[in-house]
């Protein structure tokens, strides 16, 4: 779906054109509306006599309006003028697009000209967003379910400035559509050494990328994450994403750590077979850190960046490690395995600790499918959010309330360290029951040698089905991606 910026009276006249205006609470025409009101002749008005009251999430669809050229007209609900803001005019770009996607019109007219620039480049963002599809195995799609709009057009009397506002929240739409892709494949295409691959054809946006496999690891003494890997016919691979964005490509970076398990069967502590495919997603914290590092270089952003993806698949086999193995992690610290599907906090231990060991970043951020616990304890509107540091902490919750990525702080209480205790090695990989998505942040906490640091367990944020939110399609939300390139927006650069 292309997207276009255009003066009022360039847009209005395409063929089979649908047409979106916003009305505010009240109800309130926007000045789009009360020229269409007018060209109607009272149309608008006459549906307001209805219950639509230009509340959030309302919306009325006006087909073939008198003296218009357009096949539908929708009045999109757009709230409280006043508090319209970046996250409004997304909204009602994305709805605009989800509402008239198979109407049959190729062109979606978004008529919101009495919005700044700035807020059309974030309605444009939406619909985008809300355009992405992930359906390259569908070969018997019916055509009349198929998305007919072919290009988004937004009226503005300052198309420059609307473009300009657009570039970076395109490179942004990209990084996530990136990852819905990566998140979105099945474990059988998507395998450890096709996602490193996937990352290193990113080298054309200016990202350097190298890929250490599974002997580079071995020498290195990651035990820990080779452990996982171990079962698997498909290779381990870890791979190391650099930005160099800032004016000085000394400066100490900050860092993003993912998990990557592109299938999680569970291993010999196998899991059972009802949703077991969902676990083709856990590799959805690789993803996001892959698609925020996209983000970031394609919109040039002036920070160091480092990305680290740990990325493996958990298979049962007769090579796979087996519940009371002991493994010794690259930091030296040794791990009995209770449960093989405590798989990802094995991988993240020698991934973040390599982070550091290499790059002495300022801080580091790792998000993981880690949990179940965490869908319970917090439902799929906010991911788990563990740290050491008040800071950090902060400024995260921020980037995620500015983007409709919500997280939620947990505690970190010393006290429940003891559930880790191992007769025989120097930690468990399961605390037991009570309270396991922390006592899984706890152990990732062993790994982290002193820096700042944060843990987000996107269990609960990286897939939506359904969704409740136009701009994520079901599926693959891309969650994260958002959140870090605000992250680094609102505080890291130059
Ligand atoms: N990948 C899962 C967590 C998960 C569950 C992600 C549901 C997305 C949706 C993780 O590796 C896992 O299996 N965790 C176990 C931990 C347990 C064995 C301590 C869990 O949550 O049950
Ligand atoms: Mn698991
Ligand atoms: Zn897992």
Redesign the pocket.
């Known amino acids: 779906m292309q997207i276009q910026f255009a003066k009022p009276s360039a847009v209005s006249g395409a063929p089979l054109s649908a047409i979106a205006v916003l009305v505010f609470e009240g109800p309130v025409l926007s000045s789009a509306a009360e020229a269409l009101d007018q060209e109607t002749g009272g149309a608008l008005s006459r549906a307001l006599a209805g219950r639509f009251r230009g509340a959030k999430g309302q919306s009325v669809e006006l087909v073939a309006p008198a003296n218009l050229h357009a096949s539908q007209l929708l009045l999109i609900g757009a709230g409280s003028k006043d508090s319209f803001a970046a996250t409004g005019a997304e909204t009602a770009g994305a709805e605009a697009y989800k509402a008239l996607k198979t109407s049959g019109a190729t062109t979606l007219e978004l008529r919101f000209s009495d919005l700044t620039p700035e807020l059309l480049a974030h309605a444009a963002f939406g619909a985008r967003l809300a355009a992405y599809r992930f359906d390259k195995y569908l070969t018997k799609e019916k055509p009349e379910k198929k998305p007919s709009i072919q290009t988004t057009v937004l009226a503005t009397n300052d198309p420059d400035a609307a473009i300009a506002a657009f570039g970076p929240l395109s490179a942004l739409a990209e990084g996530v559509a990136f990852t819905r892709d990566l998140v979105s494949e099945p474990a059988n295409i998507l395998y450890p050494v096709e996602f490193a691959q996937r990352v290193k054809a990113l080298e054309r946006l200016g990202l350097e990328v190298e890929i250490l496999d599974e002997p580079a690891m071995a020498k290195l003494g990651m035990g820990s994450l080779l452990g996982v890997g171990q079962g698997s016919v498909r290779d381990s691979q870890l791979v190391v994403i650099q930005w160099k964005g800032s004016a000085d490509p000394k400066a100490a970076p900050i860092a993003f750590v993912g998990k990557g ?1 592109c299938f ?1 069967t ?1 291993g010999i ?1 196998i ?1 059972g077979a009802e949703g077991m495919e ?2 083709k ?2 590799m959805g914290g690789a993803g996001a850190v892959a698609g925020a590092m996209y983000a970031l270089a394609a919109r040039k952003a002036k920070v160091n960046a480092v990305g680290i993806l740990g990325l493996v698949e ?1 298979m049962p086999d007769g090579n796979a490690q087996r519940p009371g193995d002991i493994v010794t992690s690259m930091s030296g610290q040794t791990i009995e395995v209770i ?1 093989t ?4 906090r094995l991988v993240l231990a020698d991934a973040l600790w390599y982070c550091q060991e290499r790059f002495k970043p300022k801080f580091m951020v790792d998000l993981a ?5 965490i ?1 319970i304890a917090l439902g799929h509107d906010y991911a788990g959010l563990f740290s050491n540091n008040d800071e950090l902490s902060g400024a995260l919750t921020k980037a995620g309330e500015s983007e409709g990525e919500n997280l939620w702080r947990m505690p970190l209480p010393a006290a429940y360290e003891k559930q880790l205790d191992s007769l025989g090695a120097d930690m468990k990989n ?2 037991g029951r009570p309270a ?1 998505s922390i006592t ?1 942040a706890l152990f990732i906490q062993r790994f982290v040698n002193g820096l700042p640091w944060a843990h987000l367990d996107i ?1 609960s944020t ?2 939506k089905k359904p969704s409740t939110n136009p701009t994520i399609p079901d599926g693959a939300s891309g969650f994260g991606v958002r959140l870090l390139n605000r992250l680094v927006a609102d505080g890291y650069e130059d």
């Open positions: 398990v999680d569970g502590s899991k969902d676990m997603w856990d958990n449960n599907d405590a798989e990802g499918t880690l949990t179940g616990a869908i399961i605390g396991g899984a269990a990286a897939w």
